[in-house]
């Protein structure tokens, strides 16, 4: 398996709250990527990275934000949390932008 | 929106069938085609990528074709087993400035195979 995992694993919070959510690898891989897994929708980009401070924007990006100050980690920023970002969480990582994506283990995040 | 679309949603499948469902992505701009298994409370796992019109994988009693210039691949199951129940998704990768490096998935076939 891949070494990629995710903190918190479940988090309950409250509508205006922040929250911010870790993806860590240890593969060195240069593209990490958050999506959000929701039923019908399949698998949505929020955002990704293509190395250290180097982002840019998924296809559901707006109230989110992400920084990459290590290769290691990946942080995914809810500033102000609100019931329709409850949601499964998932960080990826990838050697290259076309290659295989391995997927961390989840982040479940209800928002009430 | 999705533009990646998978069919059907769901099916069942007895023990020992084989089966195949259908992929339907944008063929202008192509450069990739991803396919994933999802099994239930775990993350998914890559089974292929595709470049090539023409293209075949095969792992195991799974297998997969790619048509670029129509917009489609299959993924075939030979001789299920309940073990193969999961949700199966493809991912498209185009090539346009606005969609490079970003994999777009559809909804998925979910697949259950019955003793």
């Known amino acids: 398996d891949a070494g990629i995992t995710q903190s918190p694993r479940h988090k309950v919070t409250e509508t205006g709250t922040p929250v911010t959510l870790r993806c860590h690898q240890t593969e060195n891989h240069r593209y990490m990527y958050w999506y959000r897994q929701d039923p019908g929708h399949g698998l949505r980009l929020i955002h990704y990275s293509y190395g250290v401070k180097d982002t840019d924007k998924g296809e559901v990006s707006d109230g989110y934000s992400v920084s990459r100050s290590k290769t290691e980690d990946f942080l995914l920023t809810l500033e102000s949390a609100t019931s329709s970002q409850t949601s499964v969480y998932f960080c990826a990582i990838g050697r290259d932008r076309e290659e295989t994506q391995y997927f961390g283990p989840g982040t479940r995040l209800l928002v009430l | ?115």
């Open chain 2, 1 to 115: 929106i999705l533009n990646v679309e998978q069919s059907p949603q769901s099916l069942h499948v007895q023990e020992g069938d084989s089966t195949n469902f259908t992929c339907s992505f944008p063929s202008s701009n192509f450069y990739a085609l991803h396919w994933y298994r999802w099994e239930t409370a775990k993350s998914p796992e890559a089974l292929f990528v595709m470049t090539l019109n023409g293209d075949e994988k095969k792992k195991g009693r799974i297998s997969a074709t790619l048509n670029t210039k129509e917009g489609y691949s299959y993924l075939y199951i030979k001789g299920s087993q309940p073990e193969d129940s999961a949700t199966y998704l493809c991912a498209s990768l185009l090539m346009t400035t606005d969609s490079w490096g970003k994999l777009q998935f559809g909804a998925g076939t979910q697949v259950v195979v019955t003793p």
